[in-house]
């Protein structure tokens, strides 16, 4: 019996945002990747992400390990982003005080 083996693309896809996403759902290659990193094994992945599929699931655990120089400068680069968003957004609407503001509204609209 001879096996065909063939080479098995990581199922990642860019958004339009320039987002990495396991191919055909909404999970980022950041979520994957940040619950490998923290323990979780393939199978827990799956468990917290119905959507995924096991199989790329491990192609993408795969790919990481292969490719974490790249995906690393990717993710921090992701965080830098992220980062600044925040800091934008808390400039904007001041988040010091934001839970007694809220519960002075419902007090004065019950």
């Known amino acids: 019996m001879n096996l065909a083996i063939a080479i098995e693309p990581a199922p ?33 992945i799956g468990e917290q992400y119905p959507s995924l599929q096991i199989s790329d699931i491990y192609l993408v ?18 965080q830098r982003q992220a980062a600044s968003i925040r800091q934008e957004v808390e400039q904007r609407f001041n988040p010091v005080g934001i839970r007694e503001r809220l519960i002075a509204r419902l007090e004065r609209h019950p």
């Open 61 to 78: 655990v795969g790919y990481y390990l292969k490719h974490n120089l790249e995906i690393d400068g990717y993710l921090a680069e992701r």
């Open 12 to 44: 990642l896809e860019t958004d339009a945002r320039g987002v990495i996403r396991v191919a055909k759902t909404r999970v980022t290659l950041d979520t994957v990747v940040t619950a490998f990193l923290e323990g979780c094994t393939p199978e827990e």
